[in-house]
Structure formats: C-alpha cells, structure tokens
T-cell receptor, first 111, second 107 residues
Framework: SQTIHQWPATLVQPVGSPLSLECTVEGTSNPNLYWYRQAAGRGLQLLFYSVGIGQISSEVPQNLSASRPQDRQFILSSKKLLLSDSGFYLC??????????FGPGTRLTVL | RKEVEQDPGPFNVPEGATVAFNCTYSNSASQSFFWYRQDCRKEPKLLMSVYSSGNEDGRFTAQLNRASQYISLLIRDSKLSDSATYLCVVNTDKLIFGTGTRLQVFP
C-alpha cells in the first residue's frame, strides 16, 4: 500500500532562518506530488505541484521554493522565513487521476 | 466570489441528529467533487467522492447538483466521533478546497 511521510512533524523557527521540509512517498512510482499550506482558520492553499523529477510548478508567488530531486521525494524550502510563513504544511499525492491523499503534515511556527 | 464556499459553522448537534452541509462552487466546468474530513491538527482524509447520481456510504450521503452548482453532505444518526471539520473539494484543472464546516456532536 502507498504511504506518504513528512518530517519534521513540528518546527519552530525564527524569522529570517532557512527552511527545509521533506516529503517522501512509498509504494508507488512517478506520483504527482503537491505542497499545500493551511493557515490558521483558512483553507488549503496549493503552493507547488510536481509531475516528475525536476518538474515544479508554482501556484502563487511567495517566499518558498520546491524541488523534486528523486521520483518519490518532494522538498519545500525557504532561504529566509517570514512570520506569514507560519502554518500547517501538507504534502499530498494523487491517485486515480484526481483523488488526493495527504501526509501527516508539518506544523511550522515562525517567531 | 470564492471558487468554493462553505458555511464555516460550527454546527452543534446532539448525538443521533441528522445534519446537512452545503457547498457551492463557481466554475461550471468542474469535473469531480469530494468531501474530506479533517480532525483538529491533523491532515485531511478523503471521506467520499460525490457523483451526479448521488451516493451513500453508511450514514453519509453525498449529492451533487450541477445545474445549481452545489454539493451536499448529509450525516444521519450523528456520533461523537463525527466531530470534525468537513471540507468540500472541487476539481477543475486542480483541486480547490473549501475552508470547511466545523461539526461538533455533543452527548
């Protein structure tokens, strides 16, 4: 069966520090992968998606970047965090052409 | 107008009650529809897909009205464990998530 992992689960970082969040998928090959952010009291916002190694599409201009160095690995990064980057970051993959499954998420607090 | 709109709630209902959530979407070209459930501080999990003919899964019934561009979720015989936020999701060329409707079932 397919499993999606994210780490760390929780992160507290100061403003201006770098960020690296990792997502890996097991049990499938060449998945479409997604990064979402959920800010407090708000809906899920799609940040990036990737259909293959090295292929990244950005949905919104922001302080973040994404990379896909391996088929089942998706990384979210920032060089300098802002307060507004706080939120719940979710990695997801898609199955059956449109059904998405989410990882457990990383809760990021920027102070 | 938001692409997907939901009443944020909260809906506070006693155990055993029937509760219904509605969701409207703006893009008539939307292709598929889902309800997700999100527990506090957890990731969203797929509850059910929504088909034009309507579909049922145990105590849960989902309906789609393409003409009026709305989706509904009906929960019968509510349980305490149904307390969560229910997200309406619409697939156009990408998945658009509503902000969710919070349900609190009390004893």
């Amino acid at each position: 069966s397919q499993t999606i992992h994210q780490w760390p689960a929780t992160l507290v970082q100061p403003v201006g520090s770098p960020l690296s969040l990792e997502c890996t998928v097991e049990g499938t090959s060449n998945p479409n992968l997604y990064w979402y952010r959920q800010a407090a009291g708000r809906g899920l916002q799609l940040l990036f998606y990737s259909v293959g190694i090295g292929q990244i599409s950005s949905e919104v201009p922001q302080n973040l970047s994404a990379s896909r160095p391996q088929d089942r690995q998706f990384i979210l990064s920032s060089k300098k965090l802002l307060l507004s980057d706080s939120g719940f970051y979710l990695c997801a993959w898609i199955r059956d052409s449109d059904t998405q499954y989410f990882g457990p998420g990383t809760r990021l607090t920027v102070l | 107008r938001k692409e997907v709109e939901q009443d944020p709630g909260p809906f506070n209902v006693p155990e055993g009650a029937t509760v219904a959530f509605n969701c409207t979407y703006s893009n008539s070209a939307s292709q598929s529809f889902f309800w997700y459930r999100q527990d506090c501080r957890k990731e969203p999990k797929l509850l059910m897909s929504v088909y034009s003919s309507g579909n049922e899964d145990g105590r849960f019934t989902a309906q789609l009205n393409r003409a009026s561009q709305y989706i509904s979720l009906l929960i019968r015989d509510s349980k305490l464990s149904d307390s969560a936020t229910y997200l309406c999701v619409v697939n156009t060329d990408k998945l658009i998530f509503g902000t969710g409707t919070r349900l609190q079932v009390f004893p």
